[in-house]
């Protein structure tokens, strides 16, 4: 190539290419990301926090597109606040995944950002919905973004219900630790959200502090 | 949601799979599917063998275009048993690894094929060879290769033990296969395992049934 097409990181899209996690447990959900933000082959932000918060003690983890991702958490961030004055409470975490699908569903051949929203609420207490492509489903765990190919096995292997909360912390480590390792566009540190009744945690876990396995 | 290069782009009917080798304390297991399709639509096989042996203590798996991988096959199995006439012994698993490069490298425009080759051998062992679809050759204690093996890289990644027990290393290639035919859909049927060591060779086939079930199953 001859002429000066400037650095290719200015004309690829940012894709937050990503490994999100987010899991139930008998008292609340954990949540888990990488933080890595990549434009075509360059990582332009190592160190994102992708768990997002929807409100009080409802989260969401982005993936795919990192504009749309993070415009429609914004969006339903907004959306939630005026429903909880409106109700009076704190909105049920269903309502939250519910305002998310219905952007995806909406706008779906424009939009590509899958949200996995988690939270606890008094009526149902933990829950985990997938929003992909529009559709909205609960399930006990979601995994999410381009990492989670290489960790299905994993995931589907080592999930028992009833965990506690620390092994379910755990898993989520394990996890992003394990996908982190195999894909290229998830890396950095990880990100955790765990949610219960009484309190809403954040943690980081450094890269030198993640589990290592049998090759490393 | 990005598109995933699968064997979906092979042209013909592609072994669409998942094939795996590993390393235990002295042996090897290799297995894979049994699972051939037309493009992702139609199961043309539902009992295809894809562990070949190419001599008596080495085994190899074929993914990719299945006609390209039966064409490799048979002319490296010509050549080894040629070379283990030629030098009045049995071939080292690298020698067949190398002969399978050999073709794979030359032939890189034409062909689409890769191969996982496993077995036992005098000089070192336990060994488990991986050619690649440029005609590259690694060795590792364990790989996997495939459709079906994107899914379980983490499993094995996690549960992978150097100097295993032969039953608990084929406790984990049932596992690992069971879980990546769980998730791919061009990878199902019986699982083909086949256990190398310096005695011999024992061939395990587990039914779809019997396979390990998970949580959610």
Not at chain 1, 39 to 56: I, Q, Y
Not at chain 1, 154 to 181: H, I, P
Not at chain 2, 141 to 153: C, D, L, N
Request: charged fraction near 20%.
């Amino acid at each position: 190539m001859l002429e000066e097409t400037g650095p290719e990181w200015l004309s690829e899209e940012v894709k937050t290419g990503t490994t999100i996690i987010a899991i139930e447990y008998n008292g609340g959900v954990v949540l888990g990301s990488d933080s890595r933000v990549s434009a075509g082959a360059s990582v332009v932000n190592r160190v994102m926090n992708k768990l997002s918060p929807l409100h009080d003690k409802i989260y969401c983890a982005l993936s795919g597109s990192a504009a749309d991702a993070q415009t429609i958490a914004e969006m339903v961030n907004y959306h939630l606040d005026v429903h909880s004055i409106e109700i009076g409470e704190d909105p049920q975490v269903r309502s939250a995944a519910t305002l998310v699908r219905n952007i995806s569903y909406k706008y779906k051949e424009e939009l590509s950002a899958h949200l996995i929203v988690a939270g606890w609420d008094r009526r149902n207490k933990g829950q985990v919905f997938a929003t992909l492509n529009g559709l909205l489903t609960r399930q006990p765990f979601a995994v999410g973004g381009s990492g989670s190919s290489y960790v299905y096995g994993f995931v589907d292997a080592e999930y028992r219900k009833g965990m506690s909360k620390e092994e379910c912390q755990q898993f989520v480590v394990s996890t992003l630790s394990l996908a982190m390792n195999r894909d290229g566009s998830s890396g950095g540190v990880a990100y955790l959200v765990t949610i219960d009744e009484h309190s809403t945690e954040e943690k980081v876990i450094l890269g030198n502090d993640l589990p290592t396995f049998f090759d490393q | 949601m990005e598109k995933r290069c699968t064997d979906s782009q092979v042209k013909g009917v592609s072994t669409g799979t998942t094939i795996l080798a590993a390393t235990f304390d002295g042996g090897v297991v290799i297995g894979s599917d049994s699972r051939a399709s037309i493009g992702g639509e139609y199961v043309s096989s539902k009992t295809i063998n894809k562990v070949i042996q190419v001599h008596d203590r080495i085994f190899c798996c074929m993914a990719g275009s299945l006609a390209d991988a039966q064409a490799v096959i048979k002319t490296a199995k010509f050549h080894l048993s040629f070379h283990s006439v030629q030098m009045e012994t049995p071939p080292l698993v690298i020698s067949a690894a190398s002969v399978l490069k050999e073709l794979c490298y030359k032939n890189k425009d034409e062909l689409q094929a890769g191969f996982i080759t496993a077995g036992w051998d005098r000089k070192k062992g336990p060994q488990v060879y991986v050619v690649s679809l440029g005609g590259m050759l690694i060795s590792q204690p364990v790989t996997i290769g495939g459709s079906g093996s994107t899914y379980i890289y983490g499993y094995v990644d996690a549960k992978y033990k150097p100097n295993m027990s032969r039953e608990e290393c084929l406790q984990f290639a049932n596992n690992a296969l069971a879980l990546a035919m769980g998730r791919d859909n061009v990878s199902g049927g019986v699982a083909h395992l086949v256990v190398i060591t310096e005695t011999g060779v024992e061939h395990v086939v587990v039914p779809g049934d019997k396979l390990p079930k998970f949580h959610d199953e």
